[in-house]
Structure formats: C-alpha cells, structure tokens
C-alpha cells in the first residue's frame, strides 16, 4: 500500500500502535524538538498534513506531540512554513511543568496525542 | 421553526424521598438518580453532592455541566441521539429548569481539569457559581478504558439531566421565552430592509476527551451543516469534552448559547437572523480546508450579509477560526469572531496561533493565562490530588496551606468563546 504520509512522534504509544501499520518517523525529542524537527522537514520539501498544536492539552503540559507530515518531498510549502513557525512560537509561551508527572498522567497524556493522531491517520486513510 | 422556552426558576436542591419540583426548590431522590446512574454497567458508584452558591465548596474536577430539560409538546425528546430517538428537536415546548444544574466529575484521565469554586474569587470566574448543582462523582469498573468512562459518565450525566429535567413538564413556568426562525424563503420576505445575519459555530472534534455530538453523531465525522438555532435548546449538540476547561463548551453552553439568543434578541431590529451553520475542528488540515469551504459555502447559499463564528478551544482551532473567516469574508459577507486568548502569564504575547488581516472584528472572552490565586475552601467535592498538573496548574500550585496558584484556564467557563461569562477589558 502507498502511503502519502509519514507522522512524526515521540510517543511511545504511536511507536507502539502504528510501527509496520504506517510510515512512522520515531524521534525520541521533547515536544519543542519535535515542532523543530518538522520545520526542518518542511524546509527539506514535506508538507504540514495535521495540525502541529492538535488538542487542548497545552504545550508545557504534556511531553508528547505526533504531527503528520507529506512524504513527498516538494518545492518549499509557504503555508506549511508559516503554521509551523506560528506554532513554534505560540508553544514558547507555555511554562514547562512536564517534571514530576506520575506514570499513570504519562500514560494518559500518551493516550490522547495517540488518538490525536488516529484520527489524523484515518482522515488520510480514507481521503486527501 | 418555533420553540417555547419554559423557564421554572430553582432556588435550591434537596435530597429527599421522591423526586419533585415543587415551589421553586428540586427534591432529589437520590437513591433513583444513583440507581439510573449504575445502569451504566462500566459504572461501579455514584456519589452524590449538593453545592449551592455562596458555599466553601470547591468542584473538581469538573466533566461536563448539563441543564435539566424535557419536551412538554412537539417532536422528539431532550439530547436526541442518547437520551431520546433521533427525531428532530427545537420545535413546540420545552420546560427549563433554571438556577440549576447537573455537573459530573471524576477524572477520566490523569490530567483531568476543571475548577468550579462556588465562593470566593474563583466563583467570579464560572456562571456554575452561581447555579444549585447536583454534582455526580462517578467510579469506573476496575480496568475500564479512559474513552469507555468518558462515554458512561457523559451519558449517565445526560440521564439524570432529563430525568430531573422531566420533573418539571407539569409545573407552570416562571417565565416563557419564544424563539422562532422561519423557512429560508420567508426570511427573505420577512425583514427585507435588514442585514442577513447567521451564526457559525464551530464544535471541539478532535478525538478522544475532545469531542462535541450532534444528534448522537461525533463531529469530527460531519460535514458542516445547518441546523436551526433552537434545535440546540433541546440539546442536539452536546459535549464530549473533557479538556481545557477555561474555553470548552459544557452541554450547558450548548442548551443556553449566548449567540443565539443575542442574535435572536436583535431578530427584526437591527438584523435578521437567518439560522446557524455547524462546524468542526479537525486536526487533519485537509478536514479544515474542506470543512471552511463548506462553512463559506453555506454562508453565500444563505445570501448572508454578516456572520459571526465562534470557536471553541485553543491552538488547533485557531486554524479552523482564521480559514473561516478569510473563506468567509471571500464571498463578500463580514465576520465577527468570538476567541479567546493565550496571552502569556503578562498578556503581552501574541493571543492566537493564527491571525489574518481579513479578522478586523474579534471578540476575546479573556486571557486564560491570566493569574489566579484560590483560597482553600471548606469541602472539596471530587478530589485535588491532580491540581498540580491540570491545565494551567503549574509545581507548587497546590500550596502547603490549601491555596491553589493557578493560570485561570483551571476554572471551568472562564474565557468561553460563546462569551458566557463577565471579562471585559476596561
């Protein structure tokens, strides 16, 4: 099956869920290393496919961020550019509270960026 | 389509041995309410609380908060899809019960959220300050999945909502508001003189504990429609949601929109309100591209002259709220947005995710970075141990003695994007 897309993630659970299902970039980064990462990758040519700061849970709050990316590789995507670099910033303002969480709170922040994802993958899956 | 909108004012809850409206006061049998409760077969216990306002009583953390409700006359019955059969609502009468309200608690999941202080200054912040709640503290079966609690707390809230709400379908109300949005076609005959106005509402769809149902159908999985304002009255759309507290919609926020019924306050004085368009969040930016050109394309079939859209929630939807508005304003209609921001502790950063040049009329219901400190309360509905780490929460938020130093987007309604709430700016 060709896949258009890849998600990239440093979350255990996606690796988990998604390894051999679908094109996963693992990048075992905090969640700033992993909004920098995908800039990079835009540069490189790949588009933004989901959005960067998907769900409520605030940067700051929770370690863990899966983002879905083109795999094609392209002429530079302005749009793409422009939200990551918002996002970028936006995510700047958020105090980092992540120490000191308990398994069971990492386990459910895991949970809800998983079905983040899911449900960016099955939107891809079933459609452009 | 025209409703009648009952409202029996509640001055306060009693538990008692049946069930009744009687003299503004709602008796609860709470033995009845726990028995519909644990018909939820992932549900093992149910503790019931009464918090009225004015009480040290501090509420966490908080689910969902739903206004009891029933159809007196007309098609269907309250929250179609769940409590009733998916008839479609908004049409005859229906009986409120106002100053009240059902809030369900329990943390779902590790980090769950949401504040309602019913004294001090936190109280300022929440309208459930200021309504008798019957809060429900609900226990999952050992092992049970955070998306089944979530859906058995959701629909056992839903529940107890209509069965209090149906205590009240006998009793004469206090007062009686009608609501009436004609045909499409009479709208244009009706007030020819005046600017078209409709109300786009945007609807939390992400995915799990982020979700918002119409008619029973999660909204990640529609695809913008229109729905006649007083079919949320009757609870067609409800909440799913169970994170950011501060700028989530509650059941509540649907049943009582404040757009809709400002937009049908100024019905045939300054606008005319032709109806509302629904639509949704999604993280794919596909969705959103689709999903903007359908809200847009709607608008122009309406022959609109004026929107407003309201958006629900941070970060991700700000996309959603500024591809909207540039769609929008494309066809030549004018917008306002309704947001709220994320500002920095200081309120000097940039406030959304997104911006455009073309968003030149935006409300804000507040910046929920703004700094709050609670005094520790009497009794704590629920628990805190999860203060430290719920939205906004920070280390050290919990302090030693009992106050609670927090962003305000720990408080449940604070900066509402349907503008429920009292910020302003001065």
């Known amino acids: 099956m060709h896949f258009h897309f890849i998600v990239v993630t440093n979350n255990p659970l996606v690796r988990e869920r998604f390894e051999g299902q679908v094109p996963l970039d693992y990048q075992p980064r905090t969640f700033a290393g992993i909004l920098e990462y995908v800039r990079d990758q835009i540069h490189k040519g790949h588009r933004l496919l989901s959005h960067p700061l998907s769900g409520s849970v605030k940067p700051g709050e929770t370690p863990y961020k899966s983002i ?61 | 389509m025209k409703l009648e909108l009952g409202h029996i004012d509640i001055h306060d809850i009693q538990f008692a041995a049946e069930s009744a409206v009687k003299d503004g006061v709602l008796y609860v049998n709470a033995e009845a309410v726990k028995a519909l409760v644990l018909e939820e077969e992932n549900l093992k216990g149910c503790q019931l609380e009464i918090a009225r306002p004015g009480e040290s009583v501090r509420i966490t953390p908080v689910k969902d908060v739903i206004q009891p409700r029933c159809k007196v006359e007309g098609p269907g019955g309250v929250f179609p899809g769940f409590v009733s059969k998916v008839d479609t609502v908004g049409s005859g009468k229906t009986h409120s019960l106002r100053g009240c ?7 779902i999941v590790g980090f769950q959220e949401g504040i309602i202080d019913m004294t001090g200054p936190g109280a300022d912040y929440t309208p459930f300050s200021k ?167 709607l608008c122009e079939m309406l022959s609109l002259d004026g929107v407003v859209v309201s958006e629900e929630g941070f970060g991700n939807p700000d996309t959603d709220l500024i591809m909207n508005c540039k769609k929008i304003e494309g066809k030549g209609i004018k917008t306002v947005l309704i947001t709220d921001e994320y500002a920095g502790q200081d309120g000097k950063s940039q406030s959304l995710a997104d911006a455009d040049a073309l968003a030149t009329a935006v409300v804000s219901g507040g910046n929920a970075n703004e700094v709050i400190v609670l005094p520790k309360l009497d009794k704590v509905i629920g628990m805190l141990d999860y203060v430290d780490v719920i939205a906004g929460g920070h280390d050290g938020s919990l302090r030693e003695d009992g106050t609670i130093e927090a962003e305000i987007q720990v408080i449940t309604g604070a900066t509402n994007e349907l503008g429920f709430n009292c910020m302003s700016a001065r």
């Open chain 2, 131 to 297: 309504t008798v709640n019957l809060v429900m503290v609900c226990e999952p079966v050992d092992g049970l999945k955070q998306h089944d609690y979530e859906a058995a707390v959701r629909i056992a809230g839903l529940k107890v909502a209509a069965y209090l709400g149906e205590l009240g379908k006998d009793v004469t109300p206090d007062e009686v508001q009608v609501f009436e949005t004609k045909t499409l076609g009479e709208s244009f005959t009706e007030y020819p003189g005046l600017p078209r106005v409709a109300y786009v509402q945007m609807l939390q769809s992400q995915g799990l504990l982020h979700d918002t149902y119409v008619y029973g159908v999660d909204a990640k999985k529609i695809i913008p429609t229109l729905i006649y304002p007083t079919e949320g009255m009757d609870g067609a759309i409800l909440s799913g949601n169970c994170v950011s507290a501060c700028d989530k919609n509650t059941t509540y926020h649907h049943q009582n929109n404040p757009v809709v019924a400002d937009l049908y306050a100024q019905h045939g004085k300054t606008l005319n309100f032709v109806g509302m368009v629904i639509t949704n969040e999604n993280v794919y930016l596909a969705d959103k591209e689709r999903s903007s050109n359908w809200a847009s394309k």
């Open chain 1, 68 to 128: 879905m990316i083109s795999a094609e590789q392209g002429a530079l995507d302005t749009d793409s550019v422009i939200l990551i670099e918002d996002c970028i910033q936006h995510a700047k303002k958020f105090r980092d509270r992540i120490s000191g969480l308990s398994e069971r709170v990492l386990d459910d922040f895991q949970l809800v960026d998983c079905n983040l994802i899911t449900s960016a993958i099955e939107s891809a899956l079933t459609g452009h």
């Open chain 2, 101 to 107: 309200a059902v809030v369900t608690a329990g943390k």
